[in-house]
């Protein structure tokens, strides 16, 4: 197996169980949820931010069952690969820094961004790799 298929079945699985954990915190234990945000005091903008924070949840476990499909021929699906080390670079890493630029606890998010940085640096040497 390639360094392509068993990224995309890693990242993939991540996905899901980081969706399928967001899920659970958003509607069965909600109040952790909002141990995390600086703004957990005022009601409208966690709710406001906790319903964003689902649409991320979707896309993130949509993007980890297609990894996983498309994992069992990964040779054909390298754009796969590009789109999510793309996401990860600026959605991921670029978010973190600038939710940190905007006063957002970094204990909380160094440790995201150097994931994110991981997911995408992996994922670019993977494919100049086997291209």
């Not at 197996?1 to 969706?19: E, K, N, S």
């Not at 069992?72 to 940190?100: F, P, Q, Y």
């Amino acid at each position: 197996m390639t360094r392509i298929t068993w990224w995309l079945r890693i990242v993939g699985l991540f996905y899901l169980v980081l969706a399928l954990t967001s899920l659970r915190v958003l509607f069965f234990d909600p109040q952790m949820f909002g141990t995390m945000n600086p703004f957990a005091g005022n009601a409208i903008a966690l709710k406001a931010f906790s319903d964003a924070w689902l649409i991320f949840v979707l896309e993130m476990g949509v993007l980890g069952i297609i990894m996983l499909y498309y994992a069992r021929d990964s040779s054909h699906n390298k754009i796969l690969v590009l789109t999510v080390s793309i996401l990860e670079l600026i959605r991921g890493a670029g978010g973190d820094l600038l939710w940190m630029l905007r006063g957002w606890p970094t204990t909380n998010y160094i440790p995201f961004l150097i994931l994110h940085l991981i997911i995408a640096g992996t994922g670019f040497l993977f494919l100049r790799q086997e291209s």
